[in-house]
């Protein structure tokens, strides 16, 4: 298959030729995903690194259509935890061997650059062996370079959507999708391992801008690409629209795999979320990360992007354990090091 040959040799793919592909998937998610799995082992062996995952705030400025975390759900409980209560699930991960921690949230303008930098610096020069990822949506340029010389090594940002009109329909009108873009342009030249990525399904999406969003993949060359299905969330504009394809999530854990070779993929929560298989399924199409949630119990239930998530439940001692042992029977190896982008 001549499109599938392009990818192996890490060529580039048109518009319309993913177009074509994400249109036709049925006839090519065998072999695509058996080429994404033999990359995937090539580049990383059978590891699968795991992360510790904190969700600091739940407060958010932004009113992303599709976020039960949007600033105008008032029924959505807010919190913020204090720094002693992030390095507390720090240091709990980092003796369990963690040695990757994201620090995610919603944009909160308490969480100040000075609050960061002093943070960072703490856990950085206490655990030097470890990377710091953030995960706190759109800053300015200088605050991603003040994060970046206090330490941070990676950042999360997903694009969403690489279609103008289709960005415009999960956002409101003081977002757009050329500022995602600058954000991202920044992060890369900033020199952090940037990840980005998009919801599957949400609501308005076509093949097309699913397309785009490969392009734009494939354009960036970033070192992680998170892709989940959109899930309904209460309280939301979109909380009656259906829930993302499975199967063409899965599809496109693949499709990322082939386009960019060493990507450091998760199999996320959302999709951890819809199928209990997950990851069975998700690491036989290429995925190679995992991100259980290590935040303080209490405050797992108000994180609360859409309904029913799940977190794998590893703080509830012994599941963790059960987790690595799930990765091992299915002939993979659980990798608790730093694991980053193409080592
Ligand atoms: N369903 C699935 N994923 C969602 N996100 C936000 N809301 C939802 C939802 N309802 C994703 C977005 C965001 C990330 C933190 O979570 O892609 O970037």
């Known amino acids: 298959m001549e499109l599938l040959e392009k990818l192996k040799n890490n060529d580039k793919l048109s518009i319309q030729e993913f177009e ?37 705030s739940s407060f958010c400025k932004n009113d992303c259509f599709y976020c039960g975390l949007r600033h105008s759900n008032k029924n959505a409980h807010r919190y913020r935890l204090s720094k002693e209560e992030i390095l507390q699930s720090v240091d709990g991960s ?61 950042y999360l940002l997903r694009h969403e959507t690489n279609d103008e009109n289709h960005y415009s329909k999960l956002h409101p009108k003081s977002m757009s999708l050329d500022h995602r873009k600058d954000c991202l342009k920044n992060l890369k030249s900033l020199h952090f391992q940037t990840g980005c990525g998009m919801m599957v399904g949400s609501p308005f999406q076509t093949d097309l801008t699913l397309a785009k969003d490969l392009y734009f993949i494939q354009e960036l060359q970033p070192e992680m690409v998170g892709i989940g299905p959109f899930i309904p969330a209460d309280n939301t504009p979109f909380e009656k629209y259906e829930h993302g394809d499975l199967d063409l999530t899965y599809f496109l854990l693949a499709m990322i795999r082939l386009i960019d070779h060493k990507a450091l993929i998760p199999i996320t929560t ?43 439940e590893i703080q509830i001692s012994g599941n963790f354990e059960k987790l690595k042992e799930k990765i091992e029977a299915l002939g993979f190896n659980p990798n608790m090091s730093i694991g980053n982008y193409g080592e």
């Open 20 to 56: 074509y592909l994400i249109k036709n998937r049925n006839n090519f998610y065998d072999d695509f995903a058996n080429e994404a799995l033999k990359i995937r082992k090539h580049y990383y062996k059978t590891d699968v690194y795991f992360r510790a995952l904190v969700e600091i």
């Open 94 to 154: 980092y003796q369990r061997g963690f040695r990757t921690f994201v620090l995610q949230g919603g944009e909160d303008s308490e969480i100040t650059d000075e609050f960061l930098i002093d943070l960072i610096k703490e856990i950085k020069s206490k655990y030097s062996d470890a990377a710091v990822t953030l995960s706190l949506g759109e800053r300015d340029f200088s605050s991603y370079e003040k994060l970046k010389n206090a330490g941070a090594d990676r």
């Open 270 to 312: 959302a999709l951890s979320t819809l199928d209990k298989d997950s990851i069975v399924k998700g690491l036989a199409v290429g995925g190679n990360v995992l991100m259980p949630n290590v935040s303080p119990v209490e405050n797992r239930k108000n994180y609360s992007i859409y309904n029913d998530k799940k977190d794998f």
